[in-house]
């Protein structure tokens, strides 16, 4: 009777997992899910983000409750602060790069004409600035455990894609008098590239009326260049990080100053969407600038090194595009970034990859070092300690789930499940607004460390805007936060065709996704989507359009996109821009691109600007059944609905949306299911030593065993073997939720 009951329980399980297999995971949820909650959308009424500039400001606010989430701190002391206090304290490694990128074009004439030669275009010069760059001292004073040097322009965190052996360019200054040209230092360097150092009086002494020539034939002072910067009080961090690195420029008389007429580096701080937009999206000719600091929040994938040194990304060609540097090899660069971004063999794509970078770093290479890797870091992101529902992903950090700031999408993003489970403490919660019917609706605030640009998503470029517009629109296909596996989401499942002449992917679509405003989410919207897109060619979009062949729509939940190159980092990008335009707004007749940019969503009233079909010939469109819900033109599909930005007070509100197609139920659900393939046996939350053991007493069987116990098969292969088993301790002691 002992064995029978066994196998009756084995079989149970057996069954449960073959449902498991058997039903894409949102299926499943609806059959499954705890009756926590009968909710859609978030856990939480009200999202608002706070704008605060100075980080000292932002401690302080966090400190007295005005805001109660601080993502991202670059800050050890100010993390310090918190975790002492009694805050929850999150971290992870970041996908994260922070650089400095010159403009190496030879021709100034677009912006510059009095320029004869332009030091930044020499590889020998930047060479030589690659070794003035002390990225460890400025990682340990700008980030001291939070930051970490970067040689690659890949960070670590992107495991087999990122190439440990390109050149460094250690820190090595020389002496401007004393250093020989063969000296491998910045001064050895630029005299072998036949700059001469200009000693003015007094002499024998560097100070700031030295500076240097230009090689002969020209033999001219430097040229200022300005190295473009955030304000000091807005972001200290990277102010810093320039101020650190023109110091020791100074000190060899590379930096311009009043006594030298400016000859050499300047650094010129002012506001970070200014400056961004003189880099990238200042209209054709774009790339205003000589060189710059930034940060990038990056995605999964690192193809997104097509995007910034692909010939055909230049972002004087085509503005708000991601290649602002002038990088145009045809050679050897392009080919390498080609099978990075299209190739369909992994093996050959990471060693492209990891050749690009080679690439990138090598003095050797006449375009080579167009940029200066600084540094990555880690996400320590503060919570109020009454929070809960925190997911903590790697790579993504728990506050902020990746955007599509200043980064063509590469992939899906894991922001939905911190966003749609934070929820307070009972007895905890914070109420500041009462809804139609009068009662308290709970309220989370998030602080923005500066006013966003525009809520275009046409061609916003900077994370202000998209930390508010990612929390709006959703994907077609997200991830699991812990293990960043593809979960199907508004696509129930998608299937990739490599044709003669590139791929065609299908997506299949959920029935009950609905735009903000009521209109039901369909095939046809996913086809207005992708082809306004690429017919009116978005060049912040340029690598996921220009690709497109067709989009054809089969049936109302089932469509197409033909292309003419293959690419398996496109599937995610469709898959982002998909439900990026509802036509009922979008779809009229535009008089230009400039127009499309120019658009300001929250500008107009929801009704009062409706679209005319013009662009596609539907037919004029109606305000939709909730249009109540929605304010303004800028909507999606999404768990948050955009209320307002006030300029005035700097705050934005975002209402959760209660006709989402997930509820609160299904949302936890689905968690505990993504937490349970990273080694979650019992699915308690917790990966300890209990899940170890379990997995440990099934370890060696498969599917035609008696003993074999389909929770300890995480990657359901049908066998419980080393993988399973390091899978779970490899996770060990990781939570499925904070604190």
């Given amino acids: 009777m002992a064995l029978a ?20 995971p949102l299926m499943l949820l609806v059959l499954f899910a705890p009756m926590v909650s009968a909710q859609n959308g ?33 800050n050890q002391d100010h993390i310090e602060d918190l975790d002492y206090e009694g805050f929850t304290i999150t971290s992870t490694q970041g996908f994260h790069i922070c650089f400095i990128g ?96 200009q000693d003015e009086w007094p002499p024998l002494v560097v100070d700031s009326h030295d500076y240097w020539l230009t090689p002969f034939p020209d033999e001219s002072p ?7 910067s955030p304000l000091e009080w807005v972001d200290p961090q990277k102010y810093g990080v320039v101020n650190e690195w023109l110091q020791d420029c100074s000190s060899i008389g590379l930096a311009g100053t009043v006594d030298n007429g400016f000859s050499g580096l300047v650094q010129q701080s002012g506001q970070f969407w200014g400056y961004t937009q003189n880099v990238y999206d200042a ?23 097509y995007d910034w040194f692909h010939s055909s990304q230049d972002s004087r060609l085509f503005p708000s595009a991601y290649n602002p540097f002038g990088v145009n090899d045809t050679l050897w660069l392009n080919g390498l970034l080609q099978t990075l971004k299209f190739g369909v063999v992994h093996s050959e794509k990471v060693q492209a990859c990891r050749a690009a970078q080679a690439w ?22 503060a919570f109020n300690s009454d929070l809960r529902g925190i997911v903590r992903s790697p790579g993504y950090g728990t506050g902020d789930g990746g955007c599509i700031a200043l980064k063509e999408p590469d992939g899906p993003i894991p922001s939905i499940w911190t966003y749609t489970n934070i929820r307070w403490a009972t007895g905890k919660e914070r109420h500041e607004d009462v809804d139609d019917d009068g009662f308290p609706e709970t309220v989370v605030i998030w602080c923005l460390g500066d006013d966003p640009e525009t809520l275009n998503p046409l061609y916003a470029g900077t994370s202000l805007a998209w930390e508010i517009m990612d929390r709006v629109f959703d994907p077609l296909i997200t991830m699991n936060p812990y293990n960043h596996n593809d979960v199907p989401w508004v696509a129930t499942d998608w299937e990739v065709e490599y044709t003669l002449t590139g791929m065609n992917v299908t997506y299949h679509l959920r029935d009950d ?5 009521g209109y039901q989410y369909n095939a046809s919207h996913a086809e207005f989507s992708l082809e306004f897109i690429r017919d009116w060619q978005i060049n912040k979009y340029k690598p996921a359009w220009e690709p497109i062949v067709d989009v054809e729509v089969i049936n109302p939940t089932t469509f197409r996109v033909v292309s003419n190159r293959r690419s398996q980092f496109l599937l995610y990008d469709w898959a982002v821009l998909a439900t990026l335009l509802p036509p009922q707004i979008w779809d009229r007749t535009w008089p230009s691109q400039a127009a499309v940019l120019a658009y300001s969503p929250t500008a107009f009233a929801y009704g009062d600007d409706m679209g005319d079909g013009s662009y596609t010939g539907h037919g004029l469109y109606v305000p939709g059944p909730w249009a109540d819900q929605v304010p303004t033109n ?44 990273v080694g979650d046996y019992n699915r308690d939350g917790v990966i300890n030593v209990v899940d170890l053991t379990y997995v440990a007493f099934a370890y060696g069987t498969h599917e035609s065993d008696p003993d074999y116990d389909p929770d300890a098969d995480f990657n359901q292969d049908g066998w419980v073997n080393m993988i399973d088993l390091s899978t779970c301790a490899y996770h060990l002691l990781w939570q499925k939720e904070y604190p």
């Fill in 360 to 381: 990138l770093a090598n003095a050797s290479q006449p375009q080579g070092i167009p940029v200066l890797p600084v540094y990555t870091m880690c996400y320590f992101d």
């Fill in 102 to 197: 010159f403009n190496i074009r030879y021709n100034q004439s677009y912006r510059r004409p009095e320029i004869d030669f332009w030091p930044l275009a020499d590889v020998n010069f930047r060479h030589a600035l690659a070794h003035s760059l002390n990225k460890t001292e400025i990682a340990a004073e700008y980030g001291g455990y939070v930051k970490s040097p970067l040689d690659s322009m890949v960070p670590p965190i992107y495991g087999t894609w990122h190439n440990p052996y390109v050149d460094g360019h250690p820190f090595k200054l020389g002496h401007p008098i004393n250093s020989p040209p063969t000296e491998h230092s910045t001064c050895g360097l630029l005299k072998a590239a036949g700059y001469k150092f």
């Fill in 5 to 24: 009951g066994k196998n009756e329980l084995m079989e149970g399980r057996k069954l449960r997992r073959i449902a498991y297999l058997a039903l894409v």
């Fill in 634 to 677: 800028l909507f999606g599909t999404g768990p948050w609905i955009f209320q307002f930005y006030d300029p005035v007070t700097m705050h934005s509100d975002l209402w959760a949306n209660r006709n989402y197609f997930m509820t609160t139920a299904n949302i936890e659900s689905l968690k505990t299911e993504m937490f349970w393939e």
């Fill in 283 to 305: 209209g054709p000719p774009s790339a205003h600038f000589d060189a710059f600091i930034v940060n990038f929040k990056l995605n999964r994938f690192p193809d997104y090194l």
């Fill in 222 to 228: 430097l040229p200022q260049m300005n190295v473009l």
């Fill in 513 to 517: 996704v609905f735009w903000q405003d």
């Fill in 42 to 74: 978030p856990e939480t009424d009200v999202l608002r983000y706070l704008v605060i500039r100075s980080p000292s400001a932002q401690l302080l606010a966090m400190q007295y409750g005005q805001i109660d989430v601080l993502t991202q701190r670059t």
